[in-house]
């Protein structure tokens, strides 16, 4: 099967779509299938082609970057040249949908709905009449969890095009263990360590967890780089709680599973739908480390279910977070039990062989 991918990154640019992306298209090249990937090219105005882990992976010359969407006049005349059985779309972005809607190059095309356009309201506005045509198109739309479609309005009225399938990971590289590794870090750390990854952006509700630091006795792990980074930096002095809260910054992919198995508790404390799914969960889970998150109507709350693998708590509430921490470490049967059904569900639900012949099915479908 030729099966084209259409997004604005792609590894190695960091994000939760960029890594799903990733590990599908490698996946799909693994199982035989002729896979591309059309992105543009953060480094600018050049064009190239390569072959990554079985992956074409083209890189169209990118002009600008506008409210964090590349524009690209190279993309669409890329995608005009070829040819594939599947084009899969990886929303939100605009330009590679509507180029998608143009040309129409595949003989079906899907889409990956991996977020409402939240931030950006003035170009929804703009987009909204096309981006209506773009979903009545797609043969299929993906989600990531049966919540985003009841919560999303965009997605409610065209949910019987809609079919449910969970990001994944490779759960066994989380879930090995890593002895040597954790007990370094537990040695450099004391007491119980939190842990928070991801990018520093303003939707990740990092402001509530650091206020939350001032009533609980842990050291919370920060692992991650981003915008917000400086100012949430001076607002952990600000508050008093610097000497327990440690921005490590990037940490190596070698070493990401070792933090999340040295970790006490996990905690993703997102404070707007932009998170729409949250894939560190399911790191975390993988480890076998119990969750706090935030009831978003997103699918943050179907992949941590509250009382199961983790508890989840309000957004924006600095004190409901401080007390489901509180109540984990005060509770070590508690944190073991959650974290043996948080990594009983990674393995049942989030494994990336899962995903693939989900994905793979739904190829099936809308090609016959």
Not at 36 to 45: E, K, S
Not at 193 to 198: K, S
Not at 282 to 292: K, S
Not at 312 to 335: F, K, M, Q, Y
Request: proline share 6%; hydrophobic share 45%; net charge positive.
């Amino acid at each position: 099967m030729r099966i084209l991918h259409i997004y604005k990154d792609y590894h190695p640019v960091m994000g939760g779509i960029e890594n799903h992306l990733r590990w599908l298209a490698e996946a799909q090249a693994a199982r035989g299938h002729d896979v591309t990937v059309l992105v543009t090219n953060p480094a600018g105005l050049e064009t190239t082609v390569r072959e990554e882990n079985g992956v074409r992976v083209i890189r169209a010359a990118r002009l600008a970057t506008v409210a964090s969407t590349p524009l690209s006049l190279s993309l669409p005349l890329i995608l005009a040249r070829e040819g594939p059985d599947i084009v899969h779309l990886h929303f939100p972005y605009p330009l590679g949908e509507l180029s998608e809607w143009f040309l129409r190059r595949g003989r079906a095309a899907v889409m990956t709905y991996h977020s409402d356009v939240v931030r950006q309201a003035a170009i929804l506005r703009l987009y909204t009449p096309l981006l209506k045509r773009v979903l009545k198109q797609a043969a299929r739309i993906l989600t990531s969890s049966p919540n985003y479609i009841q919560s999303s309005p965009w997605l409610r009225p065209l949910a019987h095009k809609c079919t449910v399938v969970p990001l994944a990971i490779d759960v066994s590289r989380f879930s090995a263990p890593r002895r040597a590794e954790v007990a370094s870090i537990r040695q450099r750390f004391s007491g119980p360590i939190l842990l928070f990854v991801g990018r520093l952006r303003y939707y990740k509700g990092l402001d509530y967890l650091i206020q939350a630091m001032k009533n609980v006795d842990a050291t919370l792990l920060i692992v991650g780089s981003g915008p917000e980074a400086a100012r949430l930096g001076a607002m952990s002095y600000e508050l008093g709680v610097a000497h327990k809260v440690h921005f490590l910054g990037d940490i190596s992919d070698a070493l990401i599973p070792a933090y999340y198995q040295a970790a006490d508790v996990f905690i993703l404390p997102s404070s707007h739908r932009s998170e729409a799914f949250g894939i560190v969960l399911l790191e975390a889970m993988a480890a076998g480390t119990p969750l706090v998150s935030t009831e978003l109507g997103t699918g943050t709350s179907w992949v941590n279910q509250d009382g199961v693998t983790g508890i989840v708590v309000p957004p924006r509430d600095s004190n409901a977070l401080a007390g489901a921490i509180r109540r984990l470490l005060e509770d070590e049967s508690l944190r073991r039990e959650m974290g043996a059904r948080a990594q009983a569900r990674a393995r049942a639900e989030f494994n990336l062989p899962v995903l693939v012949k989900r994905v793979e099915q739904v190829y099936e479908e809308v090609l016959g």
